[in-house]
């Protein structure tokens, strides 16, 4: 009887060890199963990675603009500016027009924006460069309107400094050089004035000066390439306050790279554009 019973526990020992074996090999073909798994699915993520970089890389190939694509939108830009100065020039010589006031009041903001739109028409690559700059997602996030905030003050503080403090600038000419002082109170004029230099100049300018030449000069080159000669370019082109133009520029620039959108460079244009409008009106 004790034989009968080793033997019967031998068998069940026997028996288990059987079972334990059994799905032991169970479970390592499951690991093998799921190892080949994870192989497979790593080798489908590496090689989706790689067609997203090949794809990446084309974008960024075909989105490289070269220097005669780029020469040439400027130069139909500057022809196109150039044909309306002679056609407004013959048609103020024959009608006693103030041609000067006109190429240098409000009247040239609102002709420089139909122009800069008009050049954008004939270069493709240009057009999509500076479009890709347009984004509505900044606008969502609170801090965008705090780096705005950041970036006024800094244009209030320098302007002080440099016009009212040193007095190494000089603003005071730009109300009459616009054609400020020929308004008479508010009217349709006021409204083209306002429309002109607190909408359409800033709108106009940040496509130029920052969604076309720094975008330009970062895509090919590099970040601080752009910065550097865009605002440069822009605060050169501000006679009277070139200085704390230039620093103006960079605030923008950076406020585009920060927010990876152009629009609150644009917000913030408009929004200082339009505080100095406000305060020419109370000198």
């Given amino acids: 009887m004790h034989y009968k019973d080793e033997k019967i526990q031998r068998e069940e020992l026997e028996n288990v060890t059987n079972l334990d074996l059994e799905e032991q090999a169970k479970i ?12 497979s699915e790593q080798a489908e993520l590496q090689h989706n990675n790689e067609q997203a970089e090949q794809l990446l ?11 005669p694509q780029f ?5 139909i830009y500057l022809g196109i500016s150039f044909t309306i100065g002679i056609v407004v020039g013959i048609i103020g010589a024959s009608n006693n027009i103030d041609i000067e006031q006109i190429f240098t009041g409000y009247q040239a903001g609102i002709i420089e924006f139909l122009v800069i739109m ?11 460069l500076v479009w890709e700059s347009f984004s509505i997602s900044p606008l969502k ?3 965008t309107y705090g780096f705005m905030l950041g970036g006024f003050l800094i244009f209030y503080l320098t302007q002080y400094i ?4 040193v007095a190494i600038e000089d603003a005071s000419q730009q109300p009459a050089d616009l054609g400020f002082n020929n308004l008479s109170g508010f009217s349709l004029e006021y409204i083209l004035f306002f429309v002109s230099i607190a909408l359409l100049v800033p709108l106009y300018e940040e496509v130029l000066y920052r969604g076309v030449l720094h975008r330009f000069l970062e895509v090919r ?31 923008m620039v950076v406020l585009f790279k920060m927010t990876k959108s152009i629009i609150p460079s644009i917000l913030l244009h408009i929004l200082w554009n339009t505080f100095a409008v406000i ?5």
């Avoid at 020469?71 to 130069?75: D, P, S």
């Avoid at 008009?118 to 999509?128: D, E, H, N």
């Avoid at 305060?279 to 000198?283: L, R």
């Fill in 28 to 39: 390592e073909l499951v690991d093998n199963d799921t190892e080949q798994q994870l192989s």
């Fill in 118 to 128: 008009v050049a954008l028409m004939f270069q493709k690559k240009i057009r999509r």
């Fill in 71 to 75: 020469l040439i939108f400027i130069g």
């Fill in 221 to 251: 080159y590099n970040f601080w390439v752009g910065i550097t000669i865009s605002s440069l370019v822009f605060g050169l082109l501000h006679i009277g306050f070139p200085i704390s133009a230039t620093i103006m520029g960079i605030v």
């Fill in 57 to 67: 890389n084309e974008k960024d190939t075909d989105r490289l603009i070269g220097w």
């Fill in 279 to 283: 305060v020419w009106s109370t000198m």
């Fill in 162 to 165: 440099l016009i009212e403090l």
């Fill in 141 to 143: 996030e609170m801090k």
